[in-house]
């Protein structure tokens, strides 16, 4: 079955550390990537999305992923974190076959200032 | 402002009893999902609909009922069936069903058990 995997959970960082969070996708075939990122209160929201092209995507924020098709990866990151990127990230992909969005579990970043 | 409106924000459900859960959106979207969120285990698909009066189940639609006689709305019945309803219920809608369509997400609700 298709599945994507974050392997951080839960991850705390101090003001101005770099950032990245990890997502696995298992699909052989033609696939859309996207990071979402739920803030406290608010709504599931789009961080940024990779079709086709440059593997470096950059998104709101200051946030950016680079796609490894070898690796089936999509990992997100930021040079430097604020207090205000406190938050749920998930990383979702769509299949070619299925045009489903399939979501991982989601990592809590909690950023101490 | 266009957007997504989930009601209401806190759900109580008893034992034995059914509840809907209403979403709304004047985004003028065609396709319209529920989600699940559950602590650690992200989001999964309930049900989706593609058009009116057109649905499918997702990956985990026992327990759940949906209708969709209007475009902007798609509430999402909740069924005694359903043993372990106690989560976070999201609704999406996007432009059409494909890879390149961002959804874009109500503020969801969340149900409880009395």
């Known amino acids: 079955a298709q599945s994507v995997s974050q392997h951080n959970h839960h991850v705390i960082l101090s003001e101005a550390a770099s950032l990245e969070l990890g997502c696995n996708y298992s699909y052989g075939g033609t696939v859309n990537l996207f990071w979402y990122v739920q803030y406290p209160g608010q709504h599931l929201q789009l961080l940024l999305k990779y079709f086709s092209g440059d593997p470096l995507v950059k998104g709101i924020k200051g946030f950016e992923a680079e796609f490894i098709k070898s690796k089936f990866s999509f990992n997100l990151r930021k040079p430097s974190v604020q207090w205000s990127d406190t938050a749920e990230y998930f990383c979702a992909v769509v299949t070619s076959n299925t045009g489903k969005l399939i979501f991982g579990q989601g990592t809590t970043l909690q950023v101490k200032p | 402002d266009g957007g997504i409106t989930q009601s209401p924000k806190y759900l109580f459900r008893k034992e034995g009893q059914n509840v809907t859960l209403s979403c709304e959106q004047n985004l003028n979207h065609d396709a319209m999902y529920w989600y699940r969120q559950d602590p650690g285990q992200g989001l999964r698909l309930i049900y989706y609909s593609q058009i009116v009066n057109d649905f499918q189940k997702g990956d985990i639609a026992e327990g759940y009922s949906v209708s969709r006689e209007k475009k902007e709305s798609f509430p999402l019945t909740v069924t005694s069936a359903q043993k372990n309803p106690t989560a976070f219920y999201l609704c999406?809608?996007?432009?059409?069903?494909?890879?390149?369509?961002?959804?874009?997400f109500g503020d969801g609700t969340r149900l409880s058990i009395l």
């Open positions: 999406a809608s996007s432009i059409g069903m494909g890879g390149r369509q961002p959804q874009h």
